[in-house]
């Protein structure tokens, strides 16, 4: 099924290709663009994103000279630290033309004797055996249509002890009894603004589908960790850069899409303070991994 699905990449490209020099702005050094994860109050967002990238990896128990697929591997911060630190190769997949290009770039400069392979392809058409997969920030652009044909793509592409870490953006109703609100109107017409002017073609999901879907392919749910706090303070540190940056952000690209991107950074984080979208690591084996 999976070998006649097109990527989605001009959806990718309308958002990731922007500027490497705007994102700059906002992002750490290492141009992670995802939820870090603050370990330790006093941390700084670099430390926190380096943080999160170790709590991610430390759940695959990665040995060394392992194959480990990236999906969605952004500028590279990930597949590089998996080689210096875990000493594995890694292949990673990205659709933006701007991240594939600073990708090679940034693990060019590897000293090690692993493979670190940046490519620009979706998952779609990778059809190679690898150890682990990893892939942080990306579910959101398969559209809840593919999420099928994903996992059954990661099953298939595992050895039968293979494990995988999805780390992704879910919808989070309350919880029956609790008294908290579900999503308004208000945050409908917020998510409808990001799929339309920041995300194009971006779909979230219940965490309970993306289990359930993982199910179906043969995956068994081992650990799931939801880092919805994180987040929030991880979109404040951002949109408080951006503002900074405010001048140079528009000289980038323009008045308009300066506060689109404020909008989008201080709107997302309300709602993950309050919990009604979350982000959520999911560590997943085949069902007969005996994972301790």
């Known amino acids: 099924m999976s070998k006649q699905l097109e990527p989605y990449v001009d959806d990718v490209r309308a958002h990731y290709d922007l500027s490497d020099e705007f994102f700059g702005l906002f992002l750490d050094p290492s141009m992670t663009y995802s939820c870090a994860y603050f370990e330790h109050e006093d941390m700084t967002l670099e430390q926190a994103q380096m943080a999160k990238i170790d709590l991610a990896l430390g759940k695959l128990d990665l ?45 060019a400069e590897l000293s090690s004797t692993r493979v670190a392979d940046i490519r620009l392809q979706g998952w779609e058409k990778f059809d190679e055996p690898v150890d682990r997969i990893v892939s942080i920030g990306a579910f959101e652009h398969f559209r809840r249509q593919r999420h099928s044909a994903f996992f059954a793509k990661c099953r298939s592409l595992l050895r039968p002890d ?40 971006g779909q979230l999901t219940l965490a309970k589908m993306v289990k359930s879907k993982a199910a179906e392919a043969g995956f068994e749910l081992r650990r799931e960790q939801a880092l919805g706090p994180h987040y929030a303070r991880t979109l404040d540190e951002w949109a408080g850069r951006l503002v900074a940056s405010r001048e140079q952000a528009i000289a980038l690209s323009s008045q308009a899409t300066y506060e689109k991107y404020v909008e989008y950074l201080t709107g997302s984080s309300s709602r993950f303070e309050d919990s009604r979208i979350d982000v959520v690591q999911f560590t997943l084996t085949g069902k007969s991994d005996p994972m301790p």
């Open 63 to 107: 040995q060394p000279g392992m194959t480990l697929l990236d999906i969605g591997c952004g500028w590279g911060a990930l597949a590089k630290r998996a080689v210096e630190e875990y000493d594995v190769n890694v292949i990673g997949l990205t659709l933006s033309r701007n991240q594939y290009d600073q990708g090679r770039k940034v693990v």
């Open 162 to 201: 293979g494990r995988m870490l999805l780390h992704t953006i879910v919808v989070s109703p309350p919880q029956p009894g609790s008294g908290a609100a579900g999503l308004t109107r208000e945050d409908a017409h917020f998510l409808r603004f990001i799929v339309r002017d920041i995300f194009p073609g």
